[in-house]
T-cell receptor
Framework: DQQVKQNSPSLSVQEGRISILNCDYTNSMFDYFLWYKKYPAEGPTFLISISSIKDKNEDGRFTVFLNKSAKHLSLHIVPSQPGDSAVYFCAAGTYGQNFVFGPGTRLSVLP | KAGVTQTPRYLIKTRGQQVTLSCSPISGHRSVSWYQQTPGQGLQFLFEYFSETQRNKGNFPGRFSGRQFSNSRSEMNVSTLELGDSALYLC???WGQGYYGYTFGSGTRLTVV
């Protein structure tokens, strides 16, 4: 039973447009969320985080939105660039427990 | 500052053999977690060590084990390898307990034939 779901295995977006990656979770105890980006042959790298006391966190072109009542978060990338093409993982956790990762969404940004 | 180092990068083993993977965390990081990545399954949590003690464990069979040394370096061992163990094994370190983001290594690609 997957506690963290990323229902879109892949997503293609035109360069310059907005990319929206979605993530759903089932465990209401989760109160901290992370997004990681992974290129082939490299380990995942941290992108952005959000705690449950917020509903939005922004860092440059990346914004994460959290809807606690829907147990849903999304990552917006604006504008999308070809270098953003990677696999994106969302992760959810609570204090003292390891983060649970979703299966990932492969983003392709087309020039 | 050096990142998380995993060795070896690639490994080919035969079914039934055992394998040991190594992870050196970022200096000062005391927590080391191990994840298995397979296509479509994302990152599956194996276990976490903090100050030489296993603090959390995922849902993997007992063939998967690990340990952490006093310098925070960690090893992961898989005995009696099966074809399904072929995966990318990622190690991540963090400063401690709580909401600390992980820093991942580049992983060890294990292929079981």
């Amino acid at each position: 039973d997957q506690q963290v779901k990323q229902n879109s295995p892949s997503l293609s977006v035109q360069e310059g447009r907005i990319s929206i990656l979605n993530c759903d979770y089932t465990n209401s105890m989760f109160d901290y969320f992370l997004w990681y980006k992974k290129y082939p042959a490299e380990g995942p790298t941290f992108l952005i985080s959000i705690s449950s006391i917020k509903d939005k966190n922004e860092d440059g072109r990346f914004t994460v939105f959290l809807n606690k009542s829907a147990k849903h978060l999304s990552l917006h990338i604006v504008p999308s660039q070809p270098g953003d093409s990677a696999v994106y993982f969302c992760a959810a956790g609570t204090y003292g427990q390891n983060f649970v990762f979703g299966p990932g969404t492969r983003l392709s940004v087309l020039p | 500052k050096a990142g998380v180092t995993q060795t070896p990068r690639y490994l080919i083993k035969t079914r039934g053999q055992q394998v040991t993977l190594s992870c050196s965390p970022i200096s000062g990081h005391r927590s080391v977690s191990w994840y298995q990545q397979t296509p479509g399954q994302g990152l599956q949590f194996l276990f976490e060590y903090f100050s030489e003690t296993q603090r959390n464990k995922g849902n993997f069979p007992g063939r998967f084990s690990g340990r952490q040394f006093s310098n925070s370096r960690s090893e992961m061992n898989v005995s009696t390898l099966e074809l399904g163990d072929s995966a990318l094994y990622l190690c991540a370190s963090s400063w401690g307990q709580g909401y600390y983001g992980y820093t991942f290594g580049s992983g060890t690609r294990l292929t079981v034939v």
